[in-house]
């Protein structure tokens, strides 16, 4: 480089350091170093502000990078629909909105109305809004509650967090939205019953005994992740789904799935909610929708939901009162539209698949050769791995060993994710997610580098 380049680096690095407020960051130690930039990707890598190259195994640090970095084909069809139309109020459609309304929903048999808006949080949100709308439509404001998993997490605004089931995450920020209540989580190597067995129908029978203990006619809704990720990657027992849906159908819950982070073939399916046989009420989606190349988040409904807020067309109030400004902007549903092509003509859903497969073998590989591996689970490019002290008592691992993991990887050039200051004592699960486009060597190389970290850090 060039002395130019590097004063204008060293003065860009000074303008992040004096300027920006990185998300989920404790900035004193940017005082003594510099802060991370990411400034380049492409394929699978990315590159940091000193030109090092990283294999990214966690699709832009936070599940969302499906498709990969540097897709030209989706910052052209994005670039062409800003030319033509930028923005226009979603009160109104737009074309690349009524396009990939249509797409989607050949994804998704038994749902039919997409509402747009542009985060994960905010989709939820919307989620929330029809089920408290309905509540007042149909009974009086009284089937209003919305339950949420122990453990799941749905964004980050107030009302998404009032929602969530990771404790750490809440701290400090009460008090919070009212006539949300939480249910006991699903993690079978977390067993909460001193009966081990059948454990899928037990977990989900604790959903009935909430429902029943606040009043069936006072619970409007759950929202549940169909594999849950920040709070440890937890995927679902056998028999949970099943009863789950027969719960709501017995007390007229809606089944709101939030798919911000399984949807658009995470887990090696359309969607994670039909891998279970499920049929949703509502379901949201946000982070690989279009990989992260424009802002989208879709709120989807049945027709039956939607319906419900046509039926008194002479009301003034009879609609859905919801607006969300950056819902209108075209790029985002130009972009998935694309992102949707790449992954149905590059076959990407049959890749996550073969290749779940052999990142999941790479981390048994792992469990066998180190006694800190509790536990390995996943579905599709969506791993995690638990780590406790002893494997009889299931103590969990301290997170600043999952640190010290992470930060060797990096070191060595593959990032690596974590539970992060999610849950009291149990933020002890690595976490995977590489691009849908992963290829065997890249999986051996990330592997590879966990095993190096393990080595280092994690005996015990
Ligand atoms: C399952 C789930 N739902 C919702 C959200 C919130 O999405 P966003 O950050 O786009 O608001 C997240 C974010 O990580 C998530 O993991």
Redo the contacts with the bound molecule.
């Keep these: 480089m060039n002395k130019a380049v590097d004063q204008d680096l060293a003065n860009l690095i000074e303008a992040d350091r004096n300027h920006v407020w990185h998300h989920l960051t404790q900035h004193k130690p940017y005082e003594d170093k510099d802060p991370l930039m990411i400034v380049k990707g492409e394929g699978m890598r990315v590159w940091n502000q000193a030109g090092k190259e990283h294999l990214d195994a966690v699709s832009g640090g936070?599940w969302t990078v499906n498709v990969g970095y540097g897709r030209e084909s989706i910052a052209n069809v994005v670039r062409d629909q800003l030319i033509e139309l930028n923005y226009f109020a979603g009160s109104a459609g737009s074309i690349p909105g009524a396009k990939f309304a249509k797409k989607l929903i050949e994804k998704m048999p038994g749902l039919s109305r997409v509402y747009y808006s542009n985060?994960?949080?905010?989709a939820?949100e919307k989620g929330y809004k029809i089920v408290r709308q309905i509540a007042h439509k149909r009974y009086g404001g009284k089937k209003h509650k919305i339950l949420f998993r122990d453990r799941?997490?749905?964004?980050?605004t107030i009302t998404?967090l009032s929602s969530g089931g990771q404790i750490e995450r809440k701290a400090e920020y009460g008090p919070f939205t009212p006539g949300f209540v939480e249910v006991p989580h699903c993690c079978e190597y977390r067993c909460q019953f001193d009966d081990a067995s059948d454990y899928g129908v037990k977990a989900a029978k604790e959903i009935e005994r909430v429902i029943l203990a606040e009043g069936a006619d006072t619970v409007g809704a759950i929202v549940l992740?169909p594999v849950t990720?920040?709070g440890g990657v937890i995927t679902p027992p056998e028999g949970y789904w099943e009863t789950v849906q027969e719960i709501c159908k017995k007390y007229d819950v809606l089944l709101h799935i939030?798919e911000?982070?399984c949807g658009v073939g995470r887990t090696g399916a359309w969607f994670g909610y039909q891998h279970y046989g499920i049929k949703p009420d509502i379901v949201t989606m946000?982070?690989g929708v279009a990989s992260g190349y424009a802002a989208i988040?879709c709120t989807v409904t049945t027709e039956a939901v939607f319906d419900m807020f046509k039926t008194n067309s002479d009301d003034p109030m009879d609609y859905f009162r919801d607006i969300s400004t950056f819902g209108g902007c075209t790029s985002g549903p130009a972009a998935a539209l694309e992102n949707m092509r790449i992954v149905e003509d590059e076959n990407l859903i049959d890749n996550t698949n073969a290749m779940s497969d052999h990142l999941m073998e790479g981390l048994r590989g792992l469990q066998n050769k180190y006694k800190v591996i509790g536990d390995v689970r996943g579905k599709g490019l969506f791993c995690g791995a638990e780590l406790v002290m002893d494997r009889q008592t299931k103590e969990p691992a301290p997170e600043s060993m999952l640190a010290q993991i992470a930060a060797d990887c990096m070191e060595q050039g593959v990032i690596i994710g974590r539970t992060n200051r999610s849950l009291h004592g149990l933020n002890n699960t690595l976490c995977l997610s590489p691009a849908l486009i992963s290829t065997k060597d890249d999986i051996d190389e990330i592997v590879a580098a966990i095993d190096n970290a393990m080595g280092r850090h994690a005996v015990i």
Excluded: I, L, Q, R
Excluded at 119 to 122: D, I, P
Excluded at 152 to 156: A, E, F
């Design positions: 936070v985060s994960g949080s905010e939820n799941d997490y749905h964004g980050t998404a992740e990720a920040g939030d911000v982070v946000a982070k988040a």
